[in-house]
């Protein structure tokens, strides 16, 4: 659905079908007051963009923020997508958030400090020349939407927790082709660059395990090649 001509509320529509079709509920909605079913946030946008009757244009990019509370569970996941034909620069902005995520994911390791995670993301994107946004950070889910840990996607020394098989949270690094400050706009909810350059944003719900993490959000073609497929995205 993320091309050219298609509005953003369009898409809300379908995935609020989707949900409801699977037997779940959006997390989003009524959340706080979040008026849609998912988050679509375009190009300068960092996150937390409310759906409405603006047409994508080529050359967008538009990240899609989906979540689903599914038999007494809340699940979470994000990915930024080029609509159109993309300029070079925004598709090595996708490019290099979807790595981040990818290293982060394979940083995790019972037994680790959860500082880890920000430590790759943040050696990763610095390396290519992109911020980190700082203000907004991954973080615990399952029975509710949002628990603790927080999950920095910066390297932190003070983030001491020590990561414990079973534990289950959200990484999901916000990586902006200028300076990573924000502004939020009147509603409350958008959150924009403040130097209006270009954001992307992925996201993953993951699961500790006994050696690393398990996808929880994967597609099934993707479940099937764990955990090789996040170490080989890791540079392993």
């Known amino acids: 659905m993320a091309r050219p001509g298609v509005t953003t509320d369009e898409i809300d529509a379908i995935v609020h079908a989707a949900y409801?079709?699977?037997?779940?509920?959006?997390?989003?909605?009524?959340?706080?007051?979040?008026?849609?079913?998912?988050?679509?946030?375009?190009?300068?946008?960092?996150?937390?963009g409310i759906p409405d009757s603006r047409p994508?244009?080529?050359?967008?990019?538009?990240?899609?923020?989906?979540?689903?509370?599914?038999?007494?569970?809340?699940?979470?996941?994000?990915?930024?997508?080029?609509?159109?034909?993309?300029?070079?620069?925004?598709?090595?902005?996708?490019?290099?958030?979807?790595?981040?995520l990818a290293l982060g994911i394979a940083a995790v390791r019972p037994g680790r400090p959860l500082s880890d995670v920000g430590r790759a993301i943040e050696r990763h994107a610095a390396a290519h020349g992109y911020g980190v946004v700082r203000a907004f950070c991954g973080h615990g889910i399952g029975e509710d939407f949002h628990m603790e840990p927080?999950?920095?996607?910066?390297?932190?020394?003070?983030?001491?927790?020590?990561?414990?098989?079973?534990?289950?949270?959200?990484?999901e690094p916000m990586l902006t082709a200028g300076r990573p400050e924000h502004d939020l706009w009147p509603d409350g909810w958008t959150a924009v660059t403040r130097d209006g350059?270009?954001?992307?944003?992925?996201?993953?719900?993951?699961?500790?395990?006994?050696?690393?993490?398990?996808?929880?959000?994967?597609?099934?073609?993707?479940?099937?090649?764990?955990?090789?497929?996040?170490?080989?995205?890791?540079?392993?």
């Open 20 to 48: 409801i079709a699977r037997g779940g509920y959006p997390s989003t909605l009524n959340y706080h007051g979040f008026p849609k079913s998912l988050c679509t946030s375009v190009n300068e946008v960092i996150l937390h």
């Open 56 to 100: 994508l244009e080529a050359g967008d990019v538009v990240n899609l923020d989906v979540t689903i509370y599914l038999d007494g569970m809340h699940g979470d996941c994000s990915a930024t997508f080029l609509v159109g034909q993309a300029d070079e620069a925004s598709r090595r902005l996708v490019r290099v958030t979807e790595e981040c």
């Open 150 to 171: 927080q999950v920095l996607h910066y390297y932190e020394p003070r983030a001491r927790t020590v990561l414990e098989e079973g534990m289950v949270f959200t990484i």
């Open 197 to 236: 350059g270009r954001a992307a944003q992925c996201e993953h719900t993951i699961l500790v395990t006994g050696s690393g993490a398990e996808i929880l959000t994967a597609l099934p073609v993707d479940r099937a090649r764990q955990p090789a497929h996040a170490m080989e995205r890791a540079g392993a």
